[in-house]
């Protein structure tokens, strides 16, 4: 069984700079897992900010980016603001089968 | 504006099967090649990643339910299903179904309670 693990919390000021990870128990993380981000706010549904490690949709703010950092997958913000206040979850595909994180808490404080 | 939207029973018994339609509005769902998902979470904890289908009906499933889980595309009504049998409580969650590979569009959620 795949493990994909993440920061269970991460605490940032607002207008600081923070980096989420997202790696795998056994080996690192490359662009063929076509590494996901998906944002998720209290009581809302979760809707995807990258995909395909760095890819943005059209309704990603430029402040966050997707990379490949030391084999894992990151989400970098930049200049937080309150409302980056969520739980971040990845997705990595292996095997074909997708593998969700436990999730990130992001608190802006 | 394409949308998606869960349908199905809020509440299964036990040993029983769980079947979910989600409806897709805006878009052809066999228009172009693309991957349908469904994906749950149980209530105050992470999503969870069930599986999806392509146009072709081609499908790929978390291993930890594949015995369990069926992914069906019907292109005639525009929609996909989700079929779990054998449903315990752990199945309790609020199911979400999701379009393409990058999960570019969500559903809003339908709770399912599993419970006698």
């Known amino acids: 069984q795949t493990v994909v693990t993440q920061e269970p919390s991460v605490t940032v000021s607002p207008g600081g700079t923070v980096t989420l990870t997202c790696g795998y128990s056994t080996r690192a993380v490359t662009s063929g897992s076509w590494p996901t981000w998906v944002q998720q706010k209290p009581g809302q549904a979760p809707r995807t900010l990258i995909y395909?490690?760095?890819k943005k949709h059209s309704w990603t703010p430029a402040r966050f980016s997707g990379s490949l950092l030391g084999g894992k997958a990151a989400l970098t913000l930049s200049g937080v603001q309150p409302e980056d206040e969520a739980e971040y979850y990845c997705l990595l595909y292996s095997g074909g089968a997708g593998v969700f994180g436990g999730g990130t808490s992001l608190t802006v404080l | 504006q394409v949308q998606m939207q869960e349908s199905g029973p809020g509440l299964v018994k036990p040993s029983q099967t769980l079947s979910l339609t989600c409806s897709v509005s805006?878009?052809?769902?066999?228009?172009?090649?693309?991957?349908w998902n469904w994906i749950r979470q149980p209530a105050g904890k992470g999503l969870e990643w069930i599986g999806r289908?392509?146009?072709?009906?081609?499908?790929n499933y978390n291993p930890s339910l594949e015995s369990r889980v069926t992914i069906s595309i019907d292109t005639s009504k525009n929609q996909f299903s989700l079929k779990l049998s054998s449903v315990t409580a752990a199945d309790t969650a609020v199911y979400y179904c999701a379009k393409d590979q990058w999960l570019v569009l969500w559903g809003q959620g339908t709770l399912v309670t599993v419970s006698s």
């Open positions: 395909s490690t760095s």
């Open positions: 289908v392509y146009t072709n009906g081609a499908t």
């Open positions: 805006g878009e052809s769902i066999s228009s172009a090649g693309r991957y």
